[in-house]
């Protein structure tokens, strides 16, 4: 949950001013790619409150998933220019030891050593594949 004194810190701070903010309908990786944010400064908020503030202001969704509590309530600071959304995410998966995936529709953070989920490939082969290209 986010606090009072998180609201206060970002107005303080003056936390964004991006060059191209219109809300994400599609697409994650057809809208975060072009949103490049012009000035992102966080001074000793939560990681739960700098992602918020990212969530919010995009209007991109950021999942937090397994993420402990003790990480999403650590303190974190950036301050950057001119990057793409992306960058500033990744800065702050850095920042908290987590990684970052992307999905269809959604940003998700979680713990570095979150298994990855599997996935079944199916490959169609023609019927004498066997013995093509084996060589007697």
């Known amino acids: 949950m986010l606090?009072?004194?998180d609201?206060?810190?970002w107005s303080i701070i003056g936390m964004f001013s991006a060059a191209t903010l219109t809300p994400c309908k599609g697409l994650v990786s057809d809208c975060a790619t072009p949103i490049i944010i012009d000035n992102y400064k966080v001074q000793d908020v939560t990681l739960e409150a700098a992602i918020e503030a990212v969530r919010v202001k995009t209007g991109v969704?950021?999942?937090l998933k397994g993420v402990p509590?003790?990480?999403r309530l650590k303190k974190v600071s950036l301050d950057?220019?001119?990057v793409p959304l992306?960058?500033?995410i990744e800065s702050l998966c850095k920042l908290s030891d987590l990684r970052m995936k992307v999905e269809p529709l959604a940003f998700v953070i979680e713990p570095k050593d979150a298994p990855s989920p599997m996935q079944t490939r199916i490959y169609r082969v023609p019927p004498n594949f066997p013995r093509t290209g084996i060589s007697k």
């Open 86 to 88: 992306t960058f500033i």
């Open 61 to 63: 969704n950021i999942i």
């Open 7 to 9: 609201f206060k810190a």
């Open 3 to 5: 606090s009072l004194r």
């Open 69 to 71: 509590p003790e990480k």
């Open 80 to 82: 950057l220019h001119d």
